[in-house]
């Protein structure tokens, strides 16, 4: 009871004032004041978290008014999008959403860092001083004891609502309760996928969908594009930019970098090449007047939000956008840009753009694209070629499978390879069904699969072709049932594999026995699982695809398949900078909302391929095969001499023939390649 203990019935009117006073307080409507508003008039910033501690003032960072007030409660808005550079005020508006929401809007809120330790960690330095040092929210939380399981570091009780804090890395934390606000922090800092559980942001914002006023805030600096979740978020959004006028000519606009065209942030160059720092500048876009960086508390006064596009959900979402170009005076400056600026691409022109990406993300608050990975999905379209779908063209003299399981359906891709893995794309098929039904039952997807398998193929040469291996993914929902199938056929070389994301693995490793008996001894011709190297094989592929000419390791594909989601699903992959433990790895990593499974089979078959032994393969081997598949020695020696000169005038008494001639004659040493330029 705190003071009311001391009141005694011999102080009726000390008791009464109390009452009035608590009533007051706590009874009352909120008060009809927006965030921002709130914020000036209540927050108090703390020296544990702010370079500027002392009380809130919006007009330093002017850019986060309209921010904060979308967040107010008599705003329609349900949803506000802040991708912003680093240490612009994006989460301090969050912390002064919440304390509005503490002493204005009780109710339940979530704020969801990326993992729980920083979880903690944002708790102690940020919302634990913002309690303690403003006077408005002091009373609201319960004093921290150590047996009041009311107030912890992860959960701040207050009357009518309650705040919890959790980590994107726990499914279990993410779908604790109901929330009616939700400050969703770091957002591209977020695990891809949490606890086998999907996206943790789809998670959180589930938790929102009974309350019909709820409010979602998503804050990050950007990252990888196309794996960026705060880039896709503003992209459904308003698209927000700040602009602010020339103190010249007063046309408003919006700043941005100046390595391209004649305006933005200027500088000139000294002898050596670097920057002189004295003479950085922004040039305007309308008058080609000077701007200096003292004109900017001025500007961003003035300054106002300008939407570039309508939202999706117009009106109940907006999206903002800000470049650390609008930093206030004080903070980090415009020379201190160009030189960071300096030094990143200096380290990028050694090799190392680490530095850049850094720059693109946190300064520019741009996505940072990788260029390494990149394959055109246009220029596939436009090298395909005009050959059958399920027929093996002139070159391709063996065939391997590549099986993705998925929980309705199977798809399948065959593959044919030649001379050099030359390969070609044969044939695809999506086979609709539930894979747990067993095959020889009704409908089963395992009964269509031997069937196509032991199918042979139409080769152009008239011959047939049977697929050689075929390589079936575990790694889904059906493992037991692949196992199942692997174990029925596997003495027709159907292999049961699993993709490794291990950095440096083989394609194609030792495998591992999964049949054993319950001693643990293993048992003979049982199933035997192959892990697959997938940053190899798909670093392979990928560089194959940007070849242009044909020859060794080309990838042809079929026109008949540019228009289907084929080639955006063999390039739907990205090379990721991911750091672990503070060091840079590259992963592969398919953005959300793609579809993978055309690389996926490709991978498998590649790996079937491998287990065939083509990397291993003689000229003799491949002579072989083609003796068997490839038109006869005279139908080719007629091919030959009628698109050559040389063999046409030539008599049977000369001694000197074309070199075209003398391979036609050796069977034996006739080349793909050879084949390839007489034909």
Request: glycine share 8%; proline share 5%.
């Amino acid at each position: 009871m705190g003071a009311c203990e001391s009141i005694t019935l011999a102080d009726p009117a000390r008791a009464d004032r109390l009452v009035a006073e608590l009533f007051a307080e706590f009874m009352k409507p909120p008060a009809a004041v927006t965030v921002s508003q709130w914020a000036d008039g209540h927050r108090m910033l703390s020296g544990k978290a702010s370079s500027e501690p002392g009380p809130w003032r919006t007009d330093r960072t002017p850019y986060l008014r309209q921010i904060m007030d979308d967040l107010s409660a008599r705003s329609s808005v349900q949803e506000v999008v802040v991708m912003f550079a680093a240490q612009m005020g994006k989460s301090e508006s969050g912390m002064n959403w919440l304390g509005y929401i503490i002493d204005n809007e009780p109710g339940p809120v979530m704020c969801v860092q990326p993992t729980t330790d920083m979880a903690k960690r944002f708790s102690r330095q940020r919302i634990t001083p913002m309690l303690e040092e403003t006077p408005a929210l002091r009373r609201k939380v319960r004093e921290n004891r150590s047996r009041d399981d009311a107030n912890t570091t992860l959960m701040k009780d207050f009357a009518g609502g309650v705040l919890v804090v959790s980590g994107a890395n726990s499914a279990a934390s993410l779908r604790s309760m109901p929330v009616r606000y939700l400050f969703l922090d770091e957002i591209d800092a977020y695990p891809l996928d949490v606890d086998g559980e999907g996206d943790p942001v789809a998670l959180a914002e589930k938790r929102t969908s009974t309350f019909a006023r709820r409010k979602v805030l998503k804050v990050s600096t950007p990252t990888t594009k196309n794996f960026s979740r705060i880039e896709g978020a503003y992209l459904q959004t308003s698209a927000c930019r700040f602009q602010v006028p020339c103190p010249h000519c007063n046309e408003h606009q919006a700043l941005e970098w100046g390595t391209k065209g004649d305006h933005g942030l200027k500088w000139r160059k000294l002898e050596d090449g670097s920057p002189d720092y004295s003479s950085v500048h922004y040039v305007c876009r309308h008058c080609g007047g000077i701007i200096q960086e003292h004109h900017k508390p001025a500007m961003l006064a003035v300054g106002h939000w300008v939407a570039g596009k309508e939202a999706s959900r117009p009106g109940r979402q907006t999206g903002y956008h800000l470049n650390a170009l609008y930093a206030p005076l004080g903070w980090i400056g415009w020379a201190d840009l160009v030189a960071q600026w300096h030094d990143a691409t200096l380290a990028a022109k050694q090799g190392d753009v680490t530095k850049l990406k850094t720059f693109t993300n946190t300064v520019l608050a741009e996505t940072w694209e990788e260029q390494g990975d990149k394959v055109a999905t246009h220029e596939l379209a436009r090298r395909a070629e005009d050959y059958p779908i399920g027929q093996v063209p002139h070159g391709g003299l063996l065939l391997t499978m590549g099986v993705d399981v998925q929980g309705d359906r199977i798809e399948y891709r065959t593959w044919a390879w030649g001379r050099g893995q030359e390969s070609w794309l044969v044939e695809r098929e999506i086979i609709y069904g539930d894979p747990a039904i067993e095959e020889g039952q009704p409908g089963s997807v395992w009964t269509r699969l031997t069937e196509r398998r032991r199918t042979p193929y139409l080769h152009a040469s008239g011959a047939q072709v049977l697929v050689r291996a075929c390589a079936i993914d575990t790694g889904g929902h059906h493992t037991q049932q692949v196992y199942a199938y692997v174990r029925a056929h596997h003495h027709a070389n159907v292999l049961a594999v699993k993709g490794s994301s291990a950095r440096g693995k083989a394609i194609l490793s030792k495998p591992s026995d999964i049949d054993v008996t319950w001693r643990g001894q293993k048992i003979p011709r049982g199933v035997k699982l192959w892990l697959v190297g997938t940053d190899i094989a798909k670093g392979v592929i990928y560089g194959r695809l940007r070849q242009a000419q044909p020859g060794p390791g080309f990838i042809h594909l079929p026109r008949a398949l540019a228009s289907t989601d084929e080639f955006e699903q063999m390039t739907a992959e990205r090379l990721v900078t991911k750091y672990i433990k503070g060091h840079a790895r590259m992963e592969w990593v398919k953005p959300n909302g793609r579809r993978n499974e055309a690389l996926d089979c490709a991978v498998y078959a590649y790996a079937a391929a491998i287990w065939v032994g083509i990397e291993r393969w003689t000229e003799v081997q491949w002579a072989r095969i083609e003796d068997v598949i490839a038109p006869s020695t005279r139908d080719l020696f007629s091919a030959v001499k009628a698109d050559d000169p040389a063999l046409k005038t030539q008599t049977a008494s000369q001694e000197v023939v074309s070199p075209v001639a003398k391979a036609v004659r050796d069977t034996k040493t006739l080349t793909h390649n050879t084949f390839r330029r007489s034909w």
